[in-house]
């Protein structure tokens, strides 16, 4: 297993729309390995690959919090087959946005059908974090950001401080 380097915004990477995969082989799995490692250094709760730069439909999550008990998940082609129509509001952040935080309302459960680790036809009803997790990583698949929900003045004020950040970084 390796690090890999996550992408941050703004990346027009980001903003590319994911492909599905032809099934789960080595080299996928190889992926997730090295995507869960990475988003547990980087104490993070969920990975979409293309936050690797990887535009693949693939996912890794572990919502436990748990250094002793890891439970992750994986995710290979999901599709949302069902969302609730009331919504839940969690206070969201990502991996790719660096330290920005915001309340984002989304729908409060979703049933998700995906491919496992091994490849195995799965099927999930999911609700509370790991309902509002799935949500926000399988956007990543499409190209969207949690700040996209934000107004057009709260978006730009984000993208302009990462932007900041990126070219002190880049000075150093
Ligand atoms: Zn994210």
New binding site residues.
């Given amino acids: 297993m390796s690090i890999r380097n996550i992408i941050t915004e703004p990346n027009k990477l980001l903003r590319q729309i994911s492909k599905s995969v032809d099934g789960v082989g080595k080299e996928e799995q190889k992926l997730m390995d090295d995507m869960l490692e990475t988003m547990y250094a980087a104490n993070g709760i969920?990975l979409?690959a293309i936050?690797v730069g990887v535009p693949k439909r693939i996912i890794v999550m572990d919502i436990s919090k748990n250094e002793n008990k890891k439970e992750p998940r994986y995710f290979v082609n999901p599709v949302i087959k069902n969302k609730d129509p009331l919504n839940a509001t969690y206070e969201e952040g990502?991996?790719?946005v660096p330290d920005q935080f915001a309340e984002i309302d989304r729908p409060s459960k979703c049933e998700v059908e995906y491919l496992d680790y091994d490849g195995n036809k799965k099927f999930l009803k999911a609700e509370g974090l790991l309902a509002t997790c799935i949500q926000?990583?399988m956007d990543?698949l499409e190209g969207i950001?949690?700040i996209d929900y934000l107004s057009k003045l709260k978006r730009s004020m984000i993208i302009k401080k990462l932007s900041k950040l990126k070219s002190s970084s880049a000075e150093a």
Avoid: D, N, P
């Fill in positions: 969920g979409a936050q990502c991996l790719s926000h990583e990543h950001l949690f």
